[in-house]
């Protein structure tokens, strides 16, 4: 049995059969890559902050935009269309917001949409018609119309790659499985702050939200 269909369990699925196999048609799936923008890949200035978010930073330079790269290759070479989601505001006063971005914290956030670290981080830069989104909220499917984008092209099954596992990917995730999307989260292209609230915040989505598989899994379900 693959090791996606027993991983990443929760007490609520425990006990639950595996599920089916899973065949992603590039007709009808698309590729949506979250948040992965350069400000996020910036090294802290404030000694404390570096040492904090050094794992965080070492994970997304080794393991999630390199993988991310290959899983865009791989959906383009297939003809599976990739569709990029950012945060970023309108007004260069941020008053365009949702509140959970305006309230004081870490989720404090005001990128002005030309501003180059609210750019997607050039690895992973999107190519002629690839749609971006621009977001002021968590998820990506109620603060755009990325909705009506992907129902006007057909799309069943959305495979989710970006950050924070926890918040905009979550987000975005739940939002999706409402609309009654298939949505595949590919774990080794997604990051949280920590590995632990990473791992927690996948077993929550997985099984009723999601299916959460791996890089090799995920490109493995592309079909022509």
């Known amino acids: 049995m693959s090791a996606?269909?027993?991983?990443?369990?929760?007490?609520?699925?425990?006990?639950?059969?595996?599920?089916?196999d899973i065949v992603l048609r590039h007709a009808d799936t698309a590729l949506l890559v979250i948040d992965i923008q350069s400000t996020y890949v910036?090294?802290?200035?404030?000694?404390r902050e570096a040492n904090?978010?050094?794992?965080f930073l070492a994970r997304m330079r080794d393991v999630v935009v390199p993988n991310t790269a290959e899983l865009i290759a791989a959906c383009r070479a297939r003809g599976v269309e990739t569709i990029f989601a950012r945060i970023a505001c309108l007004k260069t006063d941020g008053r365009d917001r949702s509140l959970s971005q305006k309230k004081p914290g870490f989720n404090y956030l005001l990128m002005p949409k030309d501003r180059p670290d609210s750019q997607i981080?050039?690895?992973?830069?999107p190519?002629?018609?690839?749609?971006?989104?621009?977001?002021?909220?968590d998820s990506a499917l109620t603060g755009t119309n990325l909705r009506l984008i992907l129902s006007n092209m057909g799309i069943r099954n959305v495979i989710v790659a970006g950050i924070f596992t926890d918040q905009c990917v979550s987000s975005t995730v739940r939002s999706l499985a409402d609309?009654?999307?298939?949505?595949?989260?590919?774990?080794?292209?997604?990051?949280?702050?920590?590995d632990a609230i990473h791992?927690?915040?996948?077993?929550a989505i997985n099984m009723i939200y999601s299916h959460?598989?791996?890089?090799?899994d995920a490109i493995g379900f592309l079909k022509p």
């Open 4 to 20: 996606w269909k027993t991983a990443y369990r929760s007490f609520y699925y425990e006990e639950a059969p595996p599920p089916d």
């Open 52 to 55: 904090r978010w050094a794992p």
């Open 199 to 203: 791992r927690a915040e996948l077993e």
């Open 212 to 216: 959460v598989v791996q890089l090799e």
């Open 42 to 47: 910036e090294p802290k200035d404030d000694p």
């Open 179 to 194: 609309e009654s999307f298939n949505v595949i989260v590919v774990e080794d292209c997604c990051a949280a702050a920590t």
């Open 121 to 125: 981080v050039p690895e992973l830069a």
């Open 127 to 137: 190519r002629g018609d690839e749609i971006v989104v621009t977001k002021t909220t």
